[in-house]
């Protein structure tokens, strides 16, 4: 496989998404909002009923909360995985890169790194803001700053970039088979169901999103669900179908 290949197709793409502001505005909003508003609602809560924002429920909260942002990570790239391949295809612009020397591998792995850095280098700048602004929120409560801690590392060097990899792997997956925009995100949105679940259980207190064993479990999971998606996009990716089939 050859990286300049891939490099090259995901040059093109970057080009491309300059110019598709609803997705970087989706890319800086989304995340910027989260950082803030939960934050701002925890302060708020806390001013009104301090019993619901005891150090014995923040320690609860606070994991789950910045849990959040691993569905953000699967969601955020799922328009732009989508139309790398869905809507450069009803665009015209995918057949000429189709017809090229052009590797099926370079293709995907070029298409992989066009969804999944804008998003990543997102949430992490979102993360980082939500995580200073809930200590500067809870520090009083607590009497120590939360953040950052070991299970909020493997949240953010671990769990973030394996579910933003699943996403754009399914999502490509997804992409490749169908014939519009609309319907490889609609379909590719669904990536983010096993990540709400774990989110709701920490919310409800039904797993321990603070608990550094449960969170590797969990990065082993995604591990597993990556290179098993990674030959299944390989597998699925047919260059001759996609020229012919959308026609």
Do not use: C
């Not at 429920?57 to 391949?85: C, D, G, K, Q, R």
């Not at 590797?103 to 979102?126: C, N, Q, S, W, Y």
Request: charged share 15%; net charge positive.
């Amino acid at each position: 496989m050859r990286l300049s290949q891939s490099w090259i197709v995901a040059a093109k793409d970057f080009k491309t998404f300059r110019r598709k502001k609803n997705i970087i505005y989706s890319l800086v909003i989304i995340p910027l909002l989260v950082a803030i508003l939960i934050p701002a609602v925890i302060g708020f809560v806390g001013q009104r009923n301090t019993s619901r924002t005891s150090p014995a429920e923040l320690v609860v909260l606070l994991p789950a909360f910045l849990f959040f942002y691993v569905i953000l990570a699967a969601y955020l790239s799922t328009p732009i995985a989508s139309y790398t391949i869905a809507g450069e295809k009803v665009e015209k612009s995918l057949e000429p890169l189709l017809a090229t020397p052009t590797t099926d591998g370079e293709i995907l792995l070029g298409k992989g790194i066009t969804a999944f850095f804008p998003p990543l280098a997102a949430v992490l700048g979102g993360s980082a803001l939500f995580m200073l602004l809930m200590d500067l929120t809870t520090v009083d409560k607590l009497g120590y700053y939360y953040f950052p801690n070991w299970n909020s590392a493997i949240v953010i060097l671990l769990l973030l970039p394996l579910a933003l990899l699943m996403s754009v792997q399914m999502n490509v997956i997804v992409s490749s088979r169908v014939t519009d925009i609309r319907s490889g995100q609609q379909l590719g949105a669904l990536t983010i169901i096993p990540f709400v679940g774990l989110y709701v259980a920490g919310e409800l207190n039904l797993i321990n999103l603070g608990d550094a064993s449960n969170l590797l479990i969990v990065a082993g999971a995604l591990v597993v669900v990556d290179v098993l998606l990674f030959f299944v996009s390989r597998a699925t990716f047919r260059r001759e179908e996609i020229l012919t089939r959308w026609k």
